[in-house]
């Protein structure tokens, strides 16, 4: 079963507009990954934050953690046509930090 | 950039037959992982490997699949025989498991058995 699940499923915004993308998760996490995929090949990694951590920058992502709502949401600001793909969050739990993969939100940006 | 190897890109075959997929992890990397993509199921994890050593394979089914990490630069998944149903694009992932770094995945092997 799935640990994470993205939400919403497919997002198609216009390039400049902020992408949101949600994810939750049902047990205890160590930390949480997001994840770019682009054409169904090799997920890239994007940003990493752990359990006791908040909220977290790279560039134009903006993650936050709510461990209370076992929930994490990706912001990305002023989207670009380049960032059409699919993103993943990976929860990673335990002593193994085995990452366990949701279903990924397909963002398209219209140029 | 330091990259995660998969050998082979594509792969056609006919069910039954043996197929055997290689990853090289980056040097230094103490975890391996193996997964499955799939429209229907997402990314399914089948092994995973720490220091070379197999932890968790609970995902992989066993009568027909295998996975080894002969050496540091080696991981392998094998399926014998192959099934129709086993057609989806596999990833290698490697990483330094307990950091605030995430893992670099291949590009993936595509399989499709016929």
């Known amino acids: 079963s799935q640990q994470g699940e993205e939400d919403p499923q497919a997002l198609s915004i216009q390039e400049g507009e902020n992408a949101t993308m949600n994810c939750s998760y049902k047990?205890?996490?160590?930390?949480l990954q997001w994840y770019r995929q682009n054409s169904g090949r090799g997920l890239v990694h994007l940003i990493l934050?752990?359990?006791?951590?908040r909220e977290k920058h790279s560039g134009r992502l903006r993650v936050t953690l709510d461990t209370s709502k076992k929930s994490s949401s990706l912001l990305i600001t002023a989207s670009r046509a380049a960032d059409t793909a699919s993103y993943f969050c990976?929860?990673?739990?335990?002593?193994?930090?085995?990452?366990?993969f949701g279903r990924g939100t397909s963002l398209i940006v219209h140029p | 950039d330091a990259r995660v190897t998969q050998t082979p890109r594509d792969k056609v075959t006919e069910m039954g037959q043996e197929v055997t997929m290689r990853c090289q992890p980056i040097?230094?990397?103490?975890?391996v992982f193996w997964y499955r993509q799939t429209m229907m199921q997402g990314l399914e994890l089948l092994a995973y490997?720490?220091?070379?050593?197999?932890?968790?394979d609970s995902g992989m089914p066993k009568d027909r699949f295998s996975a080894e990490m002969p050496d540091a630069t080696l991981a392998t998944l094998k399926i014998q025989p192959s099934e129709p149903r086993d057609s989806a694009v596999y990833f290698c992932?490697?990483?330094?498991?307990?950091?605030?770094?995430?893992?670099?995945f291949g590009s993936g092997t595509r399989l499709t058995v016929v």
């Open positions: 992932a490697s990483g330094l498991a307990g950091t605030g770094y995430g893992y670099t």
């Open positions: 047990t205890s996490i160590n930390n």
């Open positions: 934050i752990r359990s006791n951590e």
């Open positions: 990976a929860s990673a739990t335990g002593g193994s930090y085995i990452p366990t």
């Open positions: 040097l230094g990397h103490n975890t």
């Open positions: 490997f720490r220091n070379r050593a197999p932890l968790d």
